[in-house]
């Protein structure tokens, strides 16, 4: 199979890099809504920055991603899969399972 050839099920062909998207995705805790249903596209082998105001719902965006907090609704996909992402039990991040690396807030650390 060529680079430009979908695999089977018109999937595109492994790379190693994963492509992250959230379909109408929120976030509330009680009556105060963190998240109110976004959607991004995260490319595969890209890099974003995060920016915003105090309160904008960068860090429950994040949270949500890596497993650390469920959306109230909405959806995580991985390479256009729908995924539970569920980090609850502590250890190691479970993104690194999709292979989703992550920094540990405020040291700059691998999570991995």
């Known amino acids: 199979m060529s680079s430009t050839t979908a695999a089977i099920g018109g999937l595109p062909p492994v790379t190693g890099a994963l492509a992250l998207d959230t379909y109408r995705m929120s976030m509330r805790f009680g009556s105060f809504t963190a998240l109110d ?4 596209k995260v490319a595969p082998g890209t890099v974003h ?3 915003g105001e105090n309160g904008a719902g960068k ?5 949500c991603v890596a497993g650390f ?17 569920d980090n609850h039990h502590g250890g190691a ?3 690194h399972r999709h292979g989703l690396p992550a920094l540990h807030a405020g040291t700059g650390h691998d999570c991995g």
Request: proline share 3%; glycine share 10%; hydrophobic share 40%.
């Open 93 to 95: 991040l479970s993104g």
């Open 69 to 85: 907090q469920r959306p109230s609704e909405g959806s995580i996909l991985i390479d256009g899969r729908e995924q539970a992402i």
């Open 49 to 51: 920055a995060l920016l």
């Open 37 to 40: 249903s976004v959607s991004l």
């Open 59 to 63: 860090s429950t965006l994040v949270k």
